[in-house]
Structure formats: C-alpha cells, structure tokens
C-alpha cells in the first residue's frame, strides 16, 4: 500500500470514461491514508458530462490531503462540484482553473468565483476563461465583479471578451492585489 509515500503529484489526461477512471483514481489516492499532500492536474475535462463527471470530481473535492488542483477545460457548472465540497479542501492552496464557454452567460463563472472565493486556505488562484463570448449584460458583468473579488488571483486570462465587460474585472474594487500576469 505504498506505506512511506506522503505526496503525490498526478497528471491525468482526458478521461474516455466520462470520469468514471478519475473517479477510481480519486478514489484509491483516498485509501492511502500516510498521504500528506496531493497535487492533481485534470488536463482535459471535456469529456466529464452529468453523473459520471459529477461523481468524479466530488471523489476528487474528498481528497482531504488536495495541496494543489488544475482543472483545464472544464464546464463551469462541473467545476462548481469540486470546489463545493462537503470536505470543504482544507489544504487547497492552489488552483488553477481553465473554463470553458459558460452557456449560462456568467452565471457559472460568478458561482465558481464566489465558490473558490469562499475557499479561505487558498493563497493563490490561476483563472482562464477561453471563451468569453457569451458573457453579456448583467450576468457578464456579475461574473466579472466576482471575478474581481478573487484576492488570491495571481493569473487571469480572458479569451474572446467584449471590451466594455473586460473593464468590470479590471476595475475591481478589490484592486486584485496579488495579480501578477
């Protein structure tokens, strides 16, 4: 059972099962219980869709021992799963999210902000939004304003945004203190 091993560092590609291996994997990193710090990369999160992902990435906000999580290409209403979790991360420190088009026009994108936000133990977050496109009005604008209150923002990227609305984020009363890219 890998008894000596306290950290772990995975970096798994795109799951073909719908998450279901991601889940198992999540799963069995759980059961090493000497395990102090795990660092998970999810680099292709396109495949993960209803039950199957969601039951993948609550396996995965179960990791008591998470130090440190990039989720990358991701639907923004998936990501909120893992970061809501009922274990509630307390070692995330790290979190790097790459986020997908939001098809409810930022309403999934201010949830995952105000959810990453309500994480407290974290000191820094990595935000890509590669698809802004669909953020308009009243809901973009939200999205961004809670973006913006994301102090532990050390990295943000925005892909295809309406200029007007990129202002929203860069305006944030919050100043963005820690960003640095």
Do not use: F, M, Y
């Amino acid at each position: 059972g890998l008894p000596q091993l306290a950290k772990l560092s995975l970096g798994l590609g795109r799951d073909e099962t719908g998450g279901d291996s991601i889940r198992a994997v999540a799963e069995a990193a759980g059961r090493l219980a000497q395990l102090t710090s795990v660092e998970l990369e999810l680099s292709d999160c396109s495949s993960l869709r209803g039950e199957q992902g969601q039951a993948a990435l609550e396996a995965v906000g179960k990791l008591w021992q998470l130090t440190s999580l990039t989720l990358s290409h991701i639907d923004p209403q998936l990501c909120r799963t893992a970061l809501e979790s009922p274990a509630g991360l307390p070692q995330l420190a790290k979190l790097s999210l790459g986020l997908g088009r939001d098809e409810t026009g930022g309403d999934s994108i201010r949830a995952v902000a105000e959810a990453a936000g309500r994480l407290a133990q974290l000191t820094s977050v990595e935000l890509e939004l590669s698809d802004c496109s669909s953020l308009r009005g009243e809901q973009g604008q939200a999205a961004l304003e809670a973006v913006g209150k994301l102090w532990q923002l050390t990295s943000l990227t925005l892909s295809h945004i309406d200029p007007q609305l990129c202002r929203t984020a860069l305006e944030s009363p919050a100043g963005l203190p820690q960003l640095a890219k």
